[in-house]
């Protein structure tokens, strides 16, 4: 996810995560920011939590702010975007692809569409052990050089 999207990265107690309609949110001084699960957007199974802390990234635009709960929060790593191949080229959420140090492809997220995904759909949190522990990784990086 590219950085100059990103407002805050924190975790937050499963506490202060609270219902607003179909989903959930947060009070972030004196906004409400709505609360979307990664893995709902991408179609995969919401993992269920059984930590203390969910950690969330929170992206903005020029209007509003949404807090993406992942799986793990890493670190942040300065990475030269490249045009998504034509295999992947229109993916959803997808905008370009970088290459890590050790040779692995990654694919940077496409924040305007984190913002549309996010208001089509409000995924619940997930915020009990009762289903299958699944692990989503994301990485934030800073392409401005």
């Keep these: 996810?590219?950085?100059?999207?990103?407002?805050?990265?924190?975790?937050?107690?499963?506490?202060?995560?609270?219902?607003?309609?179909?989903?959930?949110a947060f009070?972030?001084?004196?906004?409400?920011?709505?609360?979307?699960?990664?893995?709902?957007?991408l179609d995969k199974?919401?993992?269920?939590?059984?930590?203390?802390?969910?950690?969330?990234?929170?992206?903005?635009n020029q209007v509003a702010q949404v807090a993406i709960v992942v799986g793990k929060l890493i670190g942040l790593r300065q990475l030269i975007q490249r045009p998504l191949d034509r295999f992947v080229a229109g993916a959803r959420l997808v905008a370009s692809s970088a290459v890590l140090p050790d040779g692995m492809i990654i694919l940077v997220l496409n924040v305007p569409d984190l913002f549309q995904s996010s208001r089509d759909e409000r995924p619940r949190v997930a915020a009990s052990a009762a289903d299958t522990k699944v692990t989503h990784t994301i990485l934030v990086a800073d392409d401005s050089e």
């Design 1 to 24: 996810m590219p950085s100059d999207a990103v407002a805050l990265v924190t975790e937050l107690r499963p506490d202060e995560l609270l219902p607003a309609g179909a989903g959930f």
């Design 27 to 41: 009070k972030l001084g004196d906004r409400m920011v709505p609360v979307v699960e990664l893995s709902a957007l």
């Design 45 to 60: 199974p919401v993992p269920q939590r059984s930590g203390t802390t969910v950690p969330i990234i929170i992206v903005e």
